[in-house]
């Protein structure tokens, strides 16, 4: 349970949420229609395209899930699915994330498939880095644990049992901060079509900045509570 919540991994899980949520909102507005923050309605839609015949959306669909499972093997041969702590490679991670997001932008603004593949990618990388603290899961791609955790700490306190405060407050933050994103995606989306990409790709690639400035100079915030 999370006691002691260091700043930065607060500010780096609302932003990295804020990222895939205005990512998800991109993709499911651009050219292909298709969620690429989380595999749960990927895999469904998939293996109903699969009954149906319907091989154009079967095949974009598993192609969709693989790049997710690639980019969450990249965070395993990165930084491994291990608690969080100052000192692994997040830094790296992130920067190739925000790289994976930039490419990304440059083929979703020629519709074409590799856009939601690197975006999926991006994910899943971003999905699998983030892993334990205190013994919570921290996930910031998709909602559905969160919301969880959420519902079940409510009714723990409509019960009057205790509640770990702190691991509420993050996993609202992370919840709202998803919501933010994925309005603010779908409104530059509007404006300005896939360059709407370029938003989160530079969200991430100043979490990959601020968490090495981080590391550098403040190591004291590094225990695993």
């Known amino acids: 349970m999370i006691r002691r919540l260091p700043?930065?991994?607060?500010?780096?899980?609302?932003?990295?949420?804020?990222?895939?949520g205005c990512v998800n909102c991109?993709?499911?507005l651009g050219f292909a229609n298709t969620a690429v923050s989380h595999v749960t309605g990927t895999?469904?839609?998939?293996?109903?395209?699969?009954?149906?015949?319907?091989?154009?959306?079967?095949?974009?669909?598993?192609?969709?899930?693989?790049?997710?499972?690639?980019?969450?093997?990249?965070?395993?041969?990165?930084?491994?699915?291990?608690?969080?702590?100052?000192?692994?490679?997040?830094?790296?991670?992130?920067?190739?994330?925000?790289?994976?997001?930039?490419?990304?932008?440059?083929?979703f603004m020629r519709q074409h498939v590799a856009g939601e593949l690197l975006a999926s990618a991006a994910c899943g990388l971003q999905n699998a880095m983030i892993a334990t603290y205190s013994g919570s899961v921290i996930r910031t791609t998709h909602l559905t644990g969160i919301l969880s955790d959420?519902?079940?700490?409510?009714?723990?306190?409509?019960?009057?049992?205790?509640v770990q405060w702190m691991q509420f407050r993050l996993q609202v933050s992370i919840l709202l901060a998803f919501f933010v994103g994925g309005v603010v995606g779908a409104g530059l989306f509007l404006q300005v079509g896939p360059l709407a990409l370029l938003l989160p790709?530079?969200?991430?690639?100043?979490?990959?900045?601020?968490?090495?400035?981080?590391?550098?100079?403040?190591?004291h915030d590094s225990h695993v509570g």
């Open 7 to 20: 700043r930065w991994i607060l500010y780096g899980s609302v932003l990295l949420a804020f990222s895939a």
């Open 26 to 28: 991109i993709a499911l």
């Open 43 to 107: 895999v469904s839609s998939t293996a109903a395209a699969l009954v149906q015949h319907q091989m154009p959306v079967w095949s974009l669909g598993l192609s969709i899930v693989a790049a997710f499972l690639v980019g969450a093997m990249l965070s395993g041969l990165i930084v491994k699915n291990e608690a969080l702590r100052l000192g692994r490679h997040y830094g790296l991670a992130l920067l190739l994330e925000s790289l994976l997001l930039f490419a990304a932008t440059w083929f």
């Open 150 to 162: 959420i519902g079940s700490a409510l009714g723990s306190r409509l019960a009057g049992r205790a």
């Open 201 to 219: 790709a530079t969200v991430v690639l100043l979490a990959a900045l601020g968490y090495v400035a981080v590391e550098q100079w403040g190591g």
